[in-house]
């Protein structure tokens, strides 16, 4: 029995010589975008990223219409500027991340996550004091949104997309509408439904209602379109098996859009995680740390950061970049738990 | 092609093979004057079969026939279609399932259903999936293990997956998934196993374990089987039923021994079909 040892290789990947044509080319590129800038009169960063680009995606079409034809061209033109969009989403978003960062950390002291501002005023030296209020006022707002919202928004898609009932279209329309809703709206009809008439005091769970009118449509529209993919063969192999309507839904569509749902679930805190203006008019900002959602005022995260801007100092300004700061380590901390935890198999 | 004499011969093998009818298993199933409409159209016209207990009947005929709607007619399937309408009666034992107060989940209990294409549930493992019936229709069983086993024996999936019943269901390949929906099916312990094509989308191989299974779940249940492949009719099938839309809506033209449809067909339409001439 003879046997040949073969070596495995990946044929479609580009030749050493293809390489080095697009690194030529990139070359060319670079200069040509040089020489513009140079002997035009656009000048600064942006003429040469748009230079480079227009030059870069015509130089492919060219060199792709000579070594091989046209459409080949047409198809390399077309990657080049989806590069350019994909630069243009990425740009300003590692640019927000990088300052939040690097202002963010001036801020940063070892008391920041475990003392509140309850003995300190924003334009104290940046040790005195920190923001535990805001993060467990922000954490028990976002939860208490996310305990409402939640049902409300799933039952609501289940509506849409199981039941399908006489309502289907008014309700889709309305959460079309709500999803429209300008935030400070949300806020201005807690407060006079709510704060005025029957509390007239300012509580977290105020803030959490209003927060919860702007993540209930969030979470119905997603799950929605979630549940709507998945395939009608399940629904009728669950109920063939006499399953109710019910069993079905809740045994089988449920658990297969599971991921989608939790998907849903994170574009809706993400919705509300640092929307500032319901929670201006609602929860009163607290400086202290407040475990109570239904009564006192609560601070947040959103709150801290907007009141240590409008002081402006410099040493409130450098709070309120921390708070930033923590504000996205927060979220990428919930929205990570939150995968692990939805993609993890139930037992 | 295929000829008649041959088709023929391997039904009268196939009806030789086995005895029918061994157990008591019930009156079974039949129908009288059953029509079906999709909102205005008129897709199937009055059709009357009768389906013994113990027997394997197989509904042939050209793409658009209403072989398909009259069958899920026989589950109350077809009402999940919105705009669905039907007249008739559609008797299990005598009584007809559409008499209102009938709970439609216990129907569906007793008249299991195996669809067109594999249809696992995504989110369940092997196992999980065989007892998934139990589950949506809140039964007690105290020996899962020993039901499981025996319905993925019985729907010849066993030795393939007794290593990996905490595998997902779509790890399987399409022929092994549908021999797990035939196992999810009969964990419920259905009188009748309604089969939708249920090879279409597999390969020969695949297509003919569930050949097998069939035969060997006629001792124990009356199988009504949708197939456009003639051949598989003429293997597992005691009758046949032969449907055809001519122009209007579907009408079932003639049912038979399956071997006297393939040699001796009443009908020339019948005829025409089965030699292979339209279709």
Same mark, same amino acid.
């Given at each position: 029995?003879?046997?040949? %040892? ?12 293809? $390489? ?18 140079? &002997? ?5 960063? @942006? ?14 079409? #060219?060199?792709?219409?000579?070594? $091989? ?10 990657? %080049? ?44 030296? #940046? ?41 289907? $279209?008014? %309700? $889709? ?24 008439? #029957? ?30 993919? %998945? ?20 045994? =089988? =569509? ?70 930033? @700061? ?7 901390? &919930? ?13 | ?12 093998? !196939? ?151 905490? !595998? ?112």
């Amino acid at each position: 029995m003879s046997q040949t %040892i073969v070596k495995p290789s990946r044929p479609w990947l580009p030749s050493p010589r293809e $390489r080095a044509t697009d690194l030529g080319l990139l070359l060319v590129t670079f200069l040509t975008s040089y020489a513009v800038v140079e &002997l035009t009169p656009m000048k600064g960063k @942006l003429a040469y990223f748009f230079v480079f680009f227009f030059a870069f995606a015509l130089y492919s079409l #060219i060199k792709g219409s000579i070594t $091989r034809d046209f459409m080949n061209g047409v198809d390399q033109f077309f990657s %080049i500027v989806m590069l350019l969009g994909m630069t243009l989403v990425i740009i300003p978003t590692a640019d927000i991340l990088y300052t939040v960062f690097d202002k963010g950390r001036k801020g940063i002291h070892s008391g920041l996550l475990t003392t509140d501002m309850g003995l300190a005023t924003p334009s104290d030296p #940046i040790t005195n004091g920190g923001l535990l209020h805001a993060i467990t006022g922000t954490l028990i707002l976002v939860l208490v949104a996310l305990l409402i919202s939640l049902p409300i928004g799933i039952l609501t898609a289940l509506y849409l997309t199981e039941i399908k009932g006489g309502f289907t $279209r008014p %309700i $889709r329309f309305l959460v079309q509408a709500m999803s429209g809703v300008p935030s400070i709206v949300a806020g201005l009809f807690i407060l006079s439904s709510i704060i005025y008439p #029957i509390t007239k005091s300012y509580s977290g769970l105020a803030g959490s209602l209003a927060l919860t009118i702007l993540m209930i449509p969030t979470i119905a529209r997603t799950a929605e379109e979630v549940l709507n993919l %998945i395939p009608n063969d399940l629904r009728e192999a669950g109920v063939a098996l006499g399953g109710t309507q019910w069993r079905t839904v809740a045994m =089988v =569509v449920v658990p297969a859009a599971r991921s989608g749902l939790i998907t849903a679930m994170i574009l809706g805190v993400a919705r509300i995680v640092g929307e500032t203006a319901p929670i201006l008019l609602v929860t009163g900002g607290g400086d202290t740390v407040n475990l109570d959602p239904t009564s006192g005022a609560m601070g947040s995260l959103p709150f801290y950061i907007w009141k240590s801007f409008l002081i402006g100092t410099e040493e409130s300004i450098a709070r309120g970049w921390a708070g930033l @700061l923590v504000l996205l380590v927060l979220v990428l901390i &919930l929205f990570t738990l939150a995968r692990f935890l939805g993609t993890r198999r139930m037992k | 092609m295929t000829t008649p004499s041959s088709l023929a011969s391997v039904a009268s093998a !196939a009806a030789s093979a086995r005895k029918v009818g061994t157990k008591s298993l019930g009156i079974g199933l039949e129908t009288r004057g059953v029509h079906a409409w999709f909102g205005k159209h008129h897709a199937l016209a009055n059709v009357t079969l009768d389906f013994a207990a113990g027997t394997v009947t197989a509904l042939i005929g050209p793409s658009g026939c209403g072989k398909s709607t009259f069958i899920r007619t026989l589950n109350r399937m077809h009402e999940f279609i919105p705009g669905a309408a039907m007249a008739g009666e559609v008797l299990l034992d005598g009584v007809d399932i559409y008499e209102s107060g009938t709970d439609v989940t216990k129907i569906r209990l007793k008249i299991g259903m195996v669809f067109q294409k594999p249809n696992p549930f995504p989110s369940m493992t092997i196992g999980e999936n065989v007892l998934s019936g139990l589950k949506l229709a809140q039964l007690k069983n105290s020996q899962k293990d020993e039901l499981m086993q025996e319905c993925l024996v019985r729907a010849g999936l066993w030795n393939e997956v007794k290593d990996r019943l905490n !595998a997902h269901g779509g790890s399987l390949s399409g022929g092994q998934q549908q021999r797990l929906c035939i196992a999810r099916a009969l964990a419920v312990n259905p009188q009748v196993l309604l089969m939708d094509e249920p090879c279409s989308a597999l390969d020969p191989g695949s297509t003919l374990r569930i050949e097998e299974t069939i035969k060997e779940l006629s001792e124990t249940m009356t199988i009504i089987i949708v197939t456009h492949n003639m051949q598989q009719a003429a293997r597992v099938s005691d009758f046949t039923a032969f449907f055809l839309a001519d122009g209007g809506p579907g009408e079932m033209i003639e049912t038979a021994p399956t071997s006297q449809i393939f040699t001796q067909p009443q009908d020339k339409r019948t005829e025409n079909y089965v030699t292979g001439r339209f279709g």
